[in-house]
Protein backbone atom coordinates (compact mmCIF):
# COMPACT_ATOMS: atom_id res chain seq x y z
CA UNK A 1 0.00 0.00 0.00
CA UNK A 2 1.51 3.44 -0.95
CA UNK A 3 1.92 6.09 1.46
CA UNK A 4 -0.34 8.67 0.11
CA UNK A 5 -3.32 5.25 0.29
CA UNK A 6 -2.70 5.29 3.41
CA UNK A 7 -2.75 8.68 4.60
CA UNK A 8 -6.12 9.00 2.98
CA UNK A 9 -7.63 5.97 4.73
CA UNK A 10 -6.42 7.49 7.94
CA UNK A 11 -8.02 10.49 6.99
CA UNK A 12 -11.05 9.25 6.66
CA UNK A 13 -11.31 7.38 9.85
CA UNK A 14 -9.89 10.64 11.92
CA UNK A 15 -11.75 13.23 9.93
CA UNK A 16 -14.36 13.33 12.60
CA UNK A 17 -11.27 13.42 15.54
CA UNK A 18 -9.80 16.46 14.77
CA UNK A 19 -11.76 18.28 16.74
CA UNK A 20 -13.67 16.08 18.66
CA UNK A 21 -10.70 13.85 20.10
CA UNK A 22 -12.79 10.16 19.79
CA UNK A 23 -14.82 8.57 17.11
CA UNK A 24 -18.63 9.38 16.16
CA UNK A 25 -20.99 7.01 16.46
CA UNK A 26 -20.78 4.95 13.14
CA UNK A 27 -23.46 4.76 10.02
CA UNK A 28 -20.58 5.61 8.10
CA UNK A 29 -20.36 5.53 3.82
CA UNK A 30 -16.99 3.58 2.49
CA UNK A 31 -15.79 4.34 -0.80
CA UNK A 32 -18.22 2.05 -2.57
CA UNK A 33 -21.44 3.87 -1.29
CA UNK A 34 -22.63 6.84 -2.71
CA UNK A 35 -24.11 9.52 -0.89
CA UNK A 36 -28.13 10.71 -1.88
CA UNK A 37 -27.89 14.22 -2.30
CA UNK A 38 -31.40 14.42 -4.24
CA UNK A 39 -33.12 16.69 -1.83
CA UNK A 40 -30.41 18.93 -1.82
CA UNK A 41 -30.12 19.18 -5.10
CA UNK A 42 -34.21 19.68 -5.98
CA UNK A 43 -33.76 22.40 -3.09
CA UNK A 44 -30.81 23.99 -4.63
CA UNK A 45 -32.20 24.20 -8.16
CA UNK A 46 -35.65 26.17 -6.59
CA UNK A 47 -34.00 28.01 -4.56
CA UNK A 48 -30.81 29.34 -5.72
CA UNK A 49 -30.13 31.15 -9.47
CA UNK A 50 -27.46 31.68 -12.06
CA UNK A 51 -25.90 34.60 -9.82
CA UNK A 52 -25.22 31.85 -6.79
CA UNK A 53 -28.41 33.85 -4.62
CA UNK A 54 -30.51 32.71 -2.88
CA UNK A 55 -34.25 32.95 -1.89
CA UNK A 56 -34.68 31.97 1.74
CA UNK A 57 -37.90 33.03 2.00
CA UNK A 58 -38.76 30.09 -0.33
CA UNK A 59 -36.10 28.27 1.17
CA UNK A 60 -37.74 28.76 4.71
CA UNK A 61 -40.61 26.56 3.45
CA UNK A 62 -38.51 23.88 2.86
CA UNK A 63 -36.42 24.39 6.17
CA UNK A 64 -37.86 20.63 7.28
CA UNK A 65 -36.35 19.07 4.30
CA UNK A 66 -33.41 20.90 5.03
CA UNK A 67 -32.88 19.64 8.55
CA UNK A 68 -33.75 16.45 7.21
CA UNK A 69 -30.86 16.30 4.82
CA UNK A 70 -28.54 17.70 7.28
CA UNK A 71 -29.72 14.56 9.70
CA UNK A 72 -28.73 12.10 6.86
CA UNK A 73 -25.63 13.19 6.26
CA UNK A 74 -24.89 13.55 9.96
CA UNK A 75 -25.66 9.97 10.24
CA UNK A 76 -23.61 8.75 7.05
CA UNK A 77 -20.23 10.38 7.67
CA UNK A 78 -17.57 9.28 5.42
CA UNK A 79 -15.40 5.99 7.43
CA UNK A 80 -13.24 3.52 5.96
CA UNK A 81 -12.14 3.92 2.88
CA UNK A 82 -13.52 6.95 1.68
CA UNK A 83 -11.82 8.81 -0.81
CA UNK A 84 -10.16 12.24 -0.65
CA UNK A 85 -12.88 13.48 -3.29
CA UNK A 86 -15.32 11.73 -1.46
CA UNK A 87 -14.65 13.32 1.87
CA UNK A 88 -14.07 16.89 0.43
CA UNK A 89 -17.87 16.96 -0.99
CA UNK A 90 -19.41 15.09 1.83
CA UNK A 91 -17.79 18.32 4.25
CA UNK A 92 -18.17 21.18 1.24
CA UNK A 93 -22.45 19.79 0.98
CA UNK A 94 -22.26 19.63 4.73
CA UNK A 95 -20.89 23.24 5.05
CA UNK A 96 -23.08 25.27 2.71
CA UNK A 97 -26.36 23.03 3.86
CA UNK A 98 -25.35 23.86 7.35
CA UNK A 99 -24.71 27.48 5.98
CA UNK A 100 -28.47 27.80 4.62
CA UNK A 101 -29.85 26.10 7.57
CA UNK A 102 -28.62 28.96 10.36
CA UNK A 103 -29.56 31.71 8.14
CA UNK A 104 -33.05 30.11 7.76
CA UNK A 105 -32.90 29.71 11.37
CA UNK A 106 -32.36 33.51 12.48
CA UNK A 107 -34.47 34.86 9.31
CA UNK A 108 -34.46 37.83 8.16
CA UNK A 109 -31.30 39.11 8.62
CA UNK A 110 -28.93 41.41 6.73
CA UNK A 111 -26.04 39.32 7.24
CA UNK A 112 -24.92 36.22 8.89
CA UNK A 113 -22.90 38.62 11.21
CA UNK A 114 -25.78 40.06 12.65
CA UNK A 115 -26.15 36.13 14.38
CA UNK A 116 -24.54 35.39 17.98
CA UNK A 117 -21.01 33.53 16.65
CA UNK A 118 -22.28 32.26 13.43
CA UNK A 119 -19.17 29.86 12.73
CA UNK A 120 -17.92 29.16 16.18
CA UNK A 121 -20.94 27.63 17.88
CA UNK A 122 -21.37 23.67 18.02
CA UNK A 123 -24.14 22.82 16.69
CA UNK A 124 -23.75 20.67 13.11
CA UNK A 125 -24.12 16.55 14.04
CA UNK A 126 -21.69 14.69 12.50
CA UNK A 127 -22.27 11.20 14.46
CA UNK A 128 -22.27 11.38 18.08
CA UNK A 129 -20.69 14.82 17.62
CA UNK A 130 -21.07 18.52 17.02
CA UNK A 131 -19.60 20.89 15.34
CA UNK A 132 -19.28 24.24 14.54
CA UNK A 133 -18.72 25.70 10.58
CA UNK A 134 -14.94 27.36 11.76
CA UNK A 135 -14.27 23.22 12.65
CA UNK A 136 -16.00 22.01 9.55
CA UNK A 137 -13.52 24.36 7.47
CA UNK A 138 -10.32 24.97 8.94
CA UNK A 139 -9.58 21.57 10.94
CA UNK A 140 -11.11 19.26 8.15
CA UNK A 141 -11.52 20.53 4.88
CA UNK A 142 -8.32 23.01 4.75
CA UNK A 143 -6.24 20.39 6.20
CA UNK A 144 -6.83 18.10 2.70
CA UNK A 145 -4.83 20.43 1.64
CA UNK A 146 -7.04 21.51 -1.55
CA UNK A 147 -6.77 25.28 -1.93
CA UNK A 148 -10.04 25.39 -4.04
CA UNK A 149 -12.76 24.61 -1.30
CA UNK A 150 -11.98 28.26 -0.48
CA UNK A 151 -14.36 28.24 -4.13
CA UNK A 152 -17.13 25.71 -2.71
CA UNK A 153 -18.15 26.82 0.61
CA UNK A 154 -20.47 29.75 0.63
CA UNK A 155 -20.53 31.99 3.48
CA UNK A 156 -23.82 33.39 2.39
CA UNK A 157 -22.50 36.56 1.74
CA UNK A 158 -22.42 38.57 -1.06
CA UNK A 159 -18.89 38.73 -1.73
CA UNK A 160 -18.67 34.87 -1.08
CA UNK A 161 -17.59 32.73 -4.10
CA UNK A 162 -21.68 32.23 -5.74
CA UNK A 163 -23.54 28.86 -4.31
CA UNK A 164 -23.49 25.97 -6.78
CA UNK A 165 -27.12 25.16 -8.25
CA UNK A 166 -25.87 21.72 -7.20
CA UNK A 167 -24.36 19.42 -5.34
CA UNK A 168 -20.43 18.59 -5.15
CA UNK A 169 -19.89 14.85 -6.04
CA UNK A 170 -17.05 12.97 -5.57
CA UNK A 171 -17.17 11.09 -8.99
CA UNK A 172 -16.96 15.18 -10.71
CA UNK A 173 -15.54 16.83 -8.17
CA UNK A 174 -12.54 17.65 -10.17
CA UNK A 175 -14.34 19.54 -12.63
CA UNK A 176 -16.59 21.00 -10.12
CA UNK A 177 -13.87 22.61 -8.52
CA UNK A 178 -12.27 24.08 -11.50
CA UNK A 179 -15.46 25.41 -12.55
CA UNK A 180 -16.13 27.73 -9.58
CA UNK A 181 -12.22 28.69 -9.04
CA UNK A 182 -12.22 30.15 -12.57
CA UNK A 183 -15.71 31.65 -12.42
CA UNK A 184 -14.67 33.54 -9.07
CA UNK A 185 -11.46 34.51 -10.03
CA UNK A 186 -12.99 36.07 -13.57
CA UNK A 187 -16.09 37.27 -11.47
CA UNK A 188 -15.26 41.29 -11.97
CA UNK A 189 -17.30 41.93 -8.71
CA UNK A 190 -14.53 39.99 -6.84
CA UNK A 191 -11.61 40.28 -8.92
CA UNK A 192 -10.61 43.16 -10.80
CA UNK A 193 -8.01 42.26 -13.55
CA UNK A 194 -5.80 44.93 -15.37
CA UNK A 195 -2.63 44.56 -16.92
CA UNK A 196 -0.29 46.77 -14.12
CA UNK A 197 -2.64 45.82 -11.33
CA UNK A 198 -4.89 42.61 -9.78
CA UNK A 199 -7.59 43.98 -7.08
CA UNK A 200 -8.62 40.56 -5.54
CA UNK A 201 -10.96 38.93 -2.61
CA UNK A 202 -9.91 39.48 0.65
CA UNK A 203 -9.90 35.58 0.34
CA UNK A 204 -6.80 35.79 -0.91
CA UNK A 205 -5.43 37.92 1.84
CA UNK A 206 -6.96 35.73 4.39
CA UNK A 207 -6.03 32.71 2.94
CA UNK A 208 -2.96 33.29 0.94
CA UNK A 209 -0.77 30.57 2.55
CA UNK A 210 -3.31 27.77 1.14
CA UNK A 211 -2.48 29.06 -2.44
CA UNK A 212 0.87 29.45 -2.63
CA UNK A 213 2.20 26.41 -0.98
CA UNK A 214 3.84 25.79 -4.60
CA UNK A 215 4.46 28.95 -5.90
CA UNK A 216 3.20 33.12 -6.14
CA UNK A 217 -0.15 34.75 -5.18
CA UNK A 218 0.01 35.72 -8.93
CA UNK A 219 0.87 32.38 -10.67
CA UNK A 220 -1.98 31.20 -9.15
CA UNK A 221 -4.67 33.72 -10.39
CA UNK A 222 -2.63 33.49 -13.87
CA UNK A 223 -3.04 29.53 -14.14
CA UNK A 224 -7.26 30.67 -13.87
CA UNK A 225 -7.47 34.13 -15.36
CA UNK A 226 -9.11 35.16 -18.43
CA UNK A 227 -6.86 38.71 -18.93
CA UNK A 228 -3.62 38.74 -18.50
CA UNK A 229 -1.61 40.85 -16.23
CA UNK A 230 2.25 41.52 -15.95
CA UNK A 231 4.54 39.22 -13.46
CA UNK A 232 5.04 42.72 -10.88
CA UNK A 233 1.55 43.55 -11.20
CA UNK A 234 0.47 45.37 -8.10
CA UNK A 235 -1.91 43.12 -5.67
CA UNK A 236 -4.47 44.87 -4.09
CA UNK A 237 -7.80 43.34 -2.12
CA UNK A 238 -10.91 44.30 -1.99
CA UNK A 239 -13.23 44.90 1.34
CA UNK A 240 -15.47 42.14 1.81
CA UNK A 241 -18.82 42.94 1.32
CA UNK A 242 -21.30 41.00 3.99
CA UNK A 243 -24.41 41.57 3.10
CA UNK A 244 -26.75 38.71 2.75
CA UNK A 245 -26.52 37.04 -0.41
CA UNK A 246 -30.63 37.03 -1.20
CA UNK A 247 -32.20 37.45 -4.36
Known amino acids: MSGDRLWFILLCILAPTFVAGQMPASDPIDGQTELNHKRWALMLQQYVDESGKVNYTGFKQDESALADYL ?41 IRDIKQPWGRKW ?54 EEVTRGFINDSLNNKITPDKISLSALFKWYRNDFTSSGSLQEYIRRYSKKPFAAKAKVEFIKYDWGLNEQ
Do not use: M
Open 71 to 111: NYLGKHQPLGDATKEELLAYYINLYNAATIKLILEHYPVSS
Open 124 to 177: IAVGDQQYSLNQIEHRILRKLEEPRIHFAINCASISCPKLLKVPFEAKRLEQQL
